[in-house]
C-alpha cells in the first residue's frame, strides 16, 4: 500500500508541475487567437468596403 501512495503522490506532484507550466502557455495561445481573429475581422471588413 505504501508503494502505491508514494506513486501516487510523485504522479500528483508531477502533474502539478505540469500544470502550472501549462497555464500562462495556454494563455498565451489564446491571446494569440484572439489577436488573429482580430486580424481577419479586420481584413474582412476591408475587402467587403
Known amino acids: ?3 502505491g ?3 501516487g ?5 508531477l502533474l502539478g ?3 502550472s ?6 494563455e498565451r495561445l ?3 487567437i484572439e489577436n488573429l481573429q482580430n486580424r ?3 481584413i474582412g471588413n476591408e475587402i467587403s468596403k
Do not use: T
Not at 503522490?9 to 506532484?13: F, H, N, P
Not at 507550466?21 to 495556454?26: L, Q, S
Open 40 to 42: 481577419g475581422e479586420d
Open 1 to 3: 500500500a505504501e508503494f
Open 21 to 26: 507550466d501549462i497555464n500562462p502557455n495556454i
Open 9 to 13: 503522490g510523485e504522479i500528483k506532484s
Open 30 to 32: 489564446q491571446s494569440h
Open 5 to 7: 501512495s508514494s506513486i
Open 17 to 19: 508541475n505540469f500544470k
